[in-house]
């Protein structure tokens, strides 16, 4: 219990900018939402003027565009990001910091077994991503209830916001497993920036195309918000595989953790 509350204080300050970061991208792009809504007809026909891989990219459906949930899968897109940047920056630190910062014989010479460290970095990962996406989503609902233009589903747009989770937990999980492996990385944010970066291209060359097998190399590209909009759930292929990343990387984590040197500070 001591080192899940102390894992939530050091990542206090972290959480609240993360947090408030993702509230102010949906504030400010759903701000211009009445403004689109009133001139919907000239802006569908700009965006049909882009090519369709560029609509594509932008997660732009044409159909629905201008209501408030086919404009805020385009949002939505950009919070995950950041939540997949904080996610995987969380997973990569969660246990090399303790050799960075040179505290891992203090730890490790607790009456705890290094299975029972990995829990508690886990749900304190996990609690830090609960707190910000009930924060973001509570946020996200009241800007939303002021800038409609019309009714809309209420679980519909839960379910769009529920996809922050899961790619947090999916970045997470590799971080996690990645800082296992390179535990003396001076710095993990070049490494977690150029990893979410490289699967956001990814993802994004990958809608500009036609095949769906590619779509499950980034995580990104798992959770189609169109298809969520118009069938009211998820694409089982992607979330099953979603699930076998977390699943596998966290036990990886735990059989490679508690067997591995540990250095001690000299």
């Given at each position: 219990?001591?080192?899940?509350l102390?894992?939530?204080?050091s990542?206090?300050?972290?959480?609240?900018?993360?947090?408030?970061s993702m509230?102010?991208?949906?504030?400010?792009?759903?701000?211009l939402?009445?403004?689109?809504?009133?001139?919907?007809?000239?802006?569908?026909?700009m965006?049909?003027?882009y090519?369709?891989?560029?609509?594509?990219?932008l997660?732009?459906?044409?159909?629905s565009?201008?209501?408030?949930?086919?404009?805020?899968s385009?949002?939505?897109?950009f919070?995950?990001l950041c939540g997949?940047?904080?996610?995987?920056n969380?997973g990569m630190?969660?246990l090399?910091?303790?050799?960075r910062?040179?505290t891992?014989?203090?730890?490790?010479v607790?009456?705890?077994?290094?299975?029972?460290?990995?829990?508690a970095k886990i749900?304190?990962?996990l609690?830090?991503?609960?707190i910000?996406d009930?924060?973001?989503?509570?946020g996200?609902?009241?800007?939303?209830?002021i800038?409609?233009q019309?009714?809309?589903?209420g679980?519909?747009?839960f379910?769009?916001?529920?996809?922050?989770?899961?790619?947090?937990?999916?970045?997470f999980a590799?971080g996690?497993?990645?800082?296992?492996f390179?535990?003396r990385?001076?710095s993990?944010?070049?490494?977690?920036?150029?990893?979410v970066f490289g699967?956001?291209?990814?993802?994004?060359?990958?809608?500009?195309?036609?095949?769906?097998?590619a779509?499950?190399?980034s995580?990104?590209?798992?959770?189609?918000y169109?298809y969520?909009?118009?069938?009211?759930?998820?694409?089982?292929?992607?979330?099953?595989?979603?699930?076998?990343?977390v699943?596998?990387?966290?036990?990886?984590?735990?059989?490679?953790?508690?067997r591995?040197?540990?250095?001690?500070?000299s």
């Amino acid at each position: 219990m001591n080192m899940y509350l102390h894992e939530l204080k050091s990542m206090r300050k972290s959480t609240i900018m993360w947090t408030c970061s993702m509230i102010a991208i949906a504030l400010v792009y759903l701000s211009l939402y009445p403004a689109i809504f009133s001139d919907g007809a000239h802006f569908k026909d700009m965006l049909a003027g882009y090519p369709a891989s560029i609509r594509a990219v932008l997660g732009v459906t044409l159909d629905s565009v201008t209501t408030l949930l086919g404009f805020y899968s385009m949002i939505i897109a950009f919070v995950v990001l950041c939540g997949g940047i904080q996610a995987m920056n969380l997973g990569m630190s969660m246990l090399s910091k303790e050799t960075r910062e040179r505290t891992a014989d203090f730890l490790l010479v607790k009456p705890v077994s290094r299975a029972a460290v990995v829990t508690a970095k886990i749900l304190a990962g996990l609690t830090v991503f609960l707190i910000t996406d009930v924060v973001y989503y509570a946020g996200a609902s009241v800007i939303a209830s002021i800038v409609k233009q019309s009714s809309y589903s209420g679980g519909l747009f839960f379910m769009i916001n529920l996809t922050l989770f899961f790619v947090q937990l999916i970045f997470f999980a590799i971080g996690a497993v990645v800082s296992v492996f390179f535990d003396r990385l001076r710095s993990v944010l070049p490494v977690s920036l150029g990893t979410v970066f490289g699967c956001y291209i990814i993802g994004a060359l990958v809608a500009a195309g036609k095949d769906d097998w590619a779509r499950f190399i980034s995580p990104f590209r798992y959770f189609d918000y169109s298809y969520i909009i118009q069938n009211s759930r998820y694409e089982t292929p992607y979330l099953a595989t979603g699930a076998v990343i977390v699943i596998v990387s966290v036990v990886t984590c735990y059989f490679v953790y508690a067997r591995k040197d540990i250095h001690a500070v000299s």
